[in-house]
Structure formats: C-alpha cells, structure tokens
C-alpha cells in the first residue's frame, strides 16, 4: 500500500514561509486518491488544513489558512506539497499528510486511507 513520507518542516520566523512535501514512497502512485494536510497544534484538536481531490480540485480550506497555504500535487513525483506563506506563530503545529481513495466492491463501498508521521513546524520570532 502508499506510505506517506513528510519533509520539510522547521523553524522559521513570522512572516517567512515554507513548503511542506508529503512523498509516496517505493514508487506508489497517488493517482486516484484525494490528499490532504491535516495539522495539531499543542493542546488543540487535529484540524484540516487543506484537501485536494483525487481530479485536483480543492475541497477544503480552512479559514485560518486561506489566501496564505496553497495545496498542490506532482503526479510524475507522486508528490503532494503545502506551500505556506505569512506564517503566523498560530500555525506552529505538527503537519499531517493524509490520502485516501474510494473503493466501490459489490459488497460496499470503503474508503481506504493512509497517514505521514508528520513534521513539525514552528513559527517564533
């Protein structure tokens, strides 16, 4: 099955920006699922940050993020990437990539999914 590798986070002041990159690795392909960057900040729930779907269209955006964060995705790469702009010391969290696909069988239809570990982000003066 796809296993996430996420990459790229770090310290960074406000204002700066940063892009995160979520890998399939072993040469998956990602064609088909819907991805998306989740994010925890400390003691705070997990929260969406951005979705595309399986055609690239965005889904989802959170509010906190919009017009700053822009979710894309390298198909040849298999690839999904976060660009974050105008970091704000809010959007220090750990960073989450997330994928999954639906699958209709005669039986039911499921979705399967898959998690990163996650990379943690930062943003202090």
């Known amino acids: 099955q796809v296993q996430l590798v996420e990459s790229g986070g770090g310290l960074v002041q406000p204002g700066e920006s940063l892009t995160l990159s979520c890998s399939a690795s072993?040469?998956?392909?990602?064609?088909?699922?819907?991805v998306g960057w989740f994010r925890q900040a400390p003691g705070k729930e997990r929260e969406g940050v951005s979705c595309?779907?399986?055609?690239?269209?965005?889904?989802y955006s959170a509010n906190s993020v919009k017009g700053r964060f822009t979710i894309s995705r390298d198909n040849v790469k298999n690839t999904v990437y976060l660009q974050m702009t105008s970091l704000k010391p809010e959007d220090t969290a750990v960073y989450f990539c997330?994928?999954?696909?639906?699958?209709?069988?005669?039986?039911?239809?499921?979705?399967?999914?898959?998690w990163g570990q996650g990379t943690l982000v930062t943003v202090s003066p």
């Open positions: 997330h994928a999954e696909v639906r699958v209709d069988t005669i039986e039911a239809t499921k979705y399967l999914e898959v």
């Open positions: 072993g040469g998956s392909s990602l064609d088909g699922y819907a």
């Open positions: 595309l779907s399986s055609i690239d269209s965005v889904t």
